[in-house]
């Protein structure tokens, strides 16, 4: 019971120390640590809400992205067609023949090369040789009808030779290349 015996002004002398050191440690270990955690959580907030407003624009697309990638699925499709995933010379020999057919033009040879596979792209070229005999018109026209072909034919090379019999006549001999998808893509 000492505190009671000593003077006014030292009670209060120590009260005052008692309320500044009361408030310094609650200053430093309460408050400040809270208004750090508070202004952390200000900011996470303001980054949630961020990604809340971007949700919310993207919800917003939603129809016009599902829209986009449904045509981007059928413009898939579509090149499958142009660029299949495998050489399917088989099948590229009938559709050519049915238009050689169509035009009365016999080939005497058809001769699929190896594949040049492009660096960095996700195509491959197959290159063919072909030689074949007719009229220069009929000529022409298969020609157009190649560019038309359900498949993309680049023609590369193309050789002319009249022929000494019959002056409509040419003998041809051309190099083109169609393409094929590769695997793993």
């Known amino acids: 019971m000492k505190f009671f015996n000593l003077s ?12 500044l050191v009361f408030a310094y440690l609650n200053y430093s270990y309460i408050y400040v640590p809270r208004n750090n955690r508070i202004v952390s959580l200000d900011r ?3 980054t949630l809400n961020d990604k809340i ?18 045509d981007l699925i059928e413009k898939m499709q579509f090149m499958e067609v142009l660029l299949p995933k495998e050489k399917e010379i088989p099948e590229f020999l009938v559709m050519l023949q049915e238009t050689m ?7 005497s040879n058809f001769s699929p ?3 040049i596979k492009e660096q960095d792209a996700i195509y491959a070229r ?21 560019e038309n072909f ?15 019999e019959k ?16 695997k793993g893509n």
């Open 150 to 164: 359900p498949r993309i034919v680049d023609v590369r090379e193309l050789s002319l030779t009249p022929d000494r």
């Open 44 to 46: 996470e907030i303001s």
């Open 53 to 70: 407003a971007e949700g919310k624009r993207i919800y917003a697309r939603l129809g016009e992205l599902r829209k986009e990638y449904q």
């Open 8 to 19: 006014k002004r030292a009670k209060i002398v120590i009260f005052v120390i008692f309320i």
């Open 101 to 107: 057919d169509e035009f009365n033009i016999d080939f």
């Open 126 to 146: 197959l290159p063919i040789t072909m030689t074949y005999y007719a009229n220069y018109f009929e000529v022409i026209r298969f020609l157009d009808r190649l």
């Open 113 to 115: 090369q190896s594949i």
């Open 167 to 182: 002056a409509e006549n040419v003998n041809v001999t051309m190099t083109m290349f169609t393409y094929v998808l590769m």
